[in-house]
């Protein structure tokens, strides 16, 4: 299975973007389903996730601001992102876990300016 990310884009500060994540094959057996960032000269770090059985778990970073949303009848995994901040810039990736692999996409850049 392949994912495949799209949606980033150069934003002002308070801007919304929607980032979309399309599965090449099925996800119905994906324990998770994400998305994790990176920002420059800092590590890769968990923005958001979505359980196979509903559950979401957000970033406190991000909570209340992002929303996951995981579609296993189109393969897809969204992230909707709202009032965002200058540091939220980065490379967003998809990222996906069945019961034996992990899976990334390919990244999708995000710049929030001030």
């Known amino acids: 299975v392949q994912l495949q990310a799209s949606g980033g884009g150069v934003v002002q500060a308070g801007d919304s973007l929607r980032l979309s994540c399309a599965a090449s094959?099925?996800?119905?057996?994906?324990?998770?389903m994400g998305w994790y960032r990176q920002a420059p000269g800092k590590q890769r770090e968990l923005v958001a996730t979505?359980?196979?059985?509903?559950?979401?778990n957000y970033a406190s970073s991000v909570k209340g601001r992002f929303t996951i949303s995981r579609d296993n009848s189109k393969n897809t995994v969204s992230l909707e992102m709202n009032s965002l901040k200058p540091e939220d810039t980065g490379v967003y990736y998809c990222?996906?876990?069945?019961?034996?692999?992990?899976?990334w996409g390919q990244g999708t850049q995000v710049t929030v300016s001030s």
């Open positions: 990222y996906g876990a069945d019961p034996l692999l992990q899976y």
């Open positions: 979505a359980r196979s059985g509903g559950s979401t």
């Open positions: 094959g099925s996800i119905v057996w994906f324990d998770i």
